[in-house]
């Protein structure tokens, strides 16, 4: 079995054991995107195509989701820099002048609305069914062992992180190899069971994560 195989058989195994096809996913960067795209499925969360930084992600989800409530303006004087490699221009986003959210892959502030209202309210109308979240958070973006504390002691929906360095002693945290600064659901998926997080909660290594890791031989980089 060729890798290109391998990977839509994996896609086909992935969808047919998600229980929950409509998960809610909101994350620091564009790794739930990833996510979404692999498996096919709409995006329920508006986060795709952004990074947070830390103090701005913990607001968020504490505050989860009334935060989504609250109108969504556009900041001129971000308080962090664009970052070397990045557009010289793509639009900063402000919710309640205090979560700040950088829409990196998008190169107006109408195509943001645009899209930021839309999958709000599709993502609004799952929670309210449901009442379930997930969570993601890495340190791309500088997290430190007291933001990862913080994100797992926030009492709110099912949570997973990752780390270069293992910061914190905490089931659903991986301690993950990179070569480039960005955690990616490819690359965590080699790395604990996605599927079987979004299904229950619990994030968890299954043998199947291992045989693959072996098939792929880089595959504990993003």
């Not at 994996?10 to 969808?15: E, K, P, S």
């Not at 935060?67 to 664009?82: C, D, N, Q, V």
Request: with cysteine; hydrophobic share 35%; net charge positive.
């Amino acid at each position: 079995m060729n890798k290109f195989n391998l990977s839509l058989w994996i896609r086909a195994r992935n969808l047919d054991r998600l229980k929950n096809k409509q998960p809610i996913i909101l994350c620091d960067n564009c790794w739930a995107g990833s996510i979404y795209s692999f498996l096919h499925l709409e995006y329920y969360t508006p986060l795709i195509g952004t990074y947070i930084y830390p103090e701005s992600f913990l607001n968020l989800i504490k505050n989860f989701p009334e935060m989504f409530l609250k109108p969504l303006f556009f900041s001129h004087e971000p308080s962090h820099g664009r970052r070397k490699g990045e557009p010289n221009y793509y639009p900063v986003g402000l919710i309640d002048n205090k979560i700040e959210i950088h829409f990196l892959h998008y190169k107006s502030e109408a195509e943001v609305l645009e899209k930021w209202n839309r999958r709000t309210e599709r993502m609004l109308e799952v929670y309210e069914k449901n009442k379930v979240v997930f969570f993601k958070m890495d340190d791309s973006n500088f997290g430190t062992e007291e933001d990862f504390i913080k994100f797992h002691n926030t009492n709110i929906g099912y949570k997973v992180s990752f780390s270069k360095k293992h910061l914190i002693n905490h089931p659903n945290h991986f301690k993950i190899k990179l070569k480039n600064e960005w955690v990616s659901g490819k690359n965590s998926s080699y790395n604990f069971d996605i599927i079987h997080f979004l299904n229950t909660g619990i994030a968890k290594q299954t043998l199947l994560n291992i045989l693959i890791r072996r098939i792929y031989n880089k595959a504990n980089y993003a």
